[in-house]
């Protein structure tokens, strides 16, 4: 159970449009070592992680990540506001516009959608955190 | 709305005492009987309640659950914090 902070956890105050910066961002949305495979993988694994401690802990990252996520999408969703018709070809965001226009989508820089298969959850206290140090190692 | 020098100073005074506890908390789920963190979370966790209370008396409520007994339902006045100036 989560109950939510009407603030972000860091800051987003962004006055100038960038499309173009917007379209790399994104990839720590919705990319393969993105934020929302973070948070995916870390609550994912808290399950069956044996070490109460280190379960706990998991799942405390996990909701951080979340906030991480959130912190994200604020930034791709502020730097494409308000885009006119001309700015949305001048700054090469016609691509991801026709499909999604201003909202956001959970996909890596190169288009392609966010995928499960970028995280593991093996039920092994060793491996999971083996991964989860070779995805965020300067958490754990 | 743009929050005014006064509202922004609070704000910002549950984020950065926000901030650190996030990471206290995790350095205690593996430290649980360390005494200097359980205290400093204490000090912090102090700071943070009577911010909160302070902001959610004078601008509104950041948690839910405190919502304050009203006519119009203010959880959802904006801007939100995804928006630009509602963080």
């Known amino acids: 159970m989560w109950s939510y902070e009407k603030r972000l956890q860091y800051p987003v105050n962004i006055t100038t449009c960038n499309p173009k910066i917007a379209k790399v961002i994104i990839t720590q949305y919705g990319g393969p070592d993105g934020e929302m495979s973070a948070s995916l993988r870390y609550l994912s694994q808290k399950f069956a992680m044996t070490d109460n401690r280190v379960s706990g802990l998991l799942n405390d990252i996990g909701t951080e990540e979340l906030g991480h996520l959130e912190i994200v999408g604020a930034i791709v969703h502020q730097l494409t506001r308000n885009l006119s018709p001309e700015e949305i070809e001048k700054y090469g965001f016609a691509d991801y516009y026709v499909d999604h226009t201003l909202g956001i989508w959970p996909q890596a820089a190169a288009g392609f959608p966010w995928v499960a298969a970028a995280i593991q959850s093996k039920g092994d206290p060793i491996t999971d955190l083996h991964e989860d140090m070779a995805a965020d190692g300067t958490i754990i | ?87």
């Open chain 2, 1 to 87: 709305m743009k929050k005014s020098a006064e509202q922004e100073k609070l704000f910002m005074k549950i984020q950065r005492v926000s901030f650190a506890m996030d990471d206290l908390r995790l350095y205690l789920d593996t430290h649980p009987c360390c005494e200097k963190g359980l205290s400093y979370y204490e000090k912090l966790k102090d700071m943070r309640e009577k911010a909160l209370a302070e902001y959610t008396k004078l601008y509104g409520p950041i948690v839910a659950y405190n919502v304050a007994e009203c006519d119009v339902w203010p959880w959802n006045e904006g801007p939100l914090p995804w928006q630009l100036g509602g963080c």
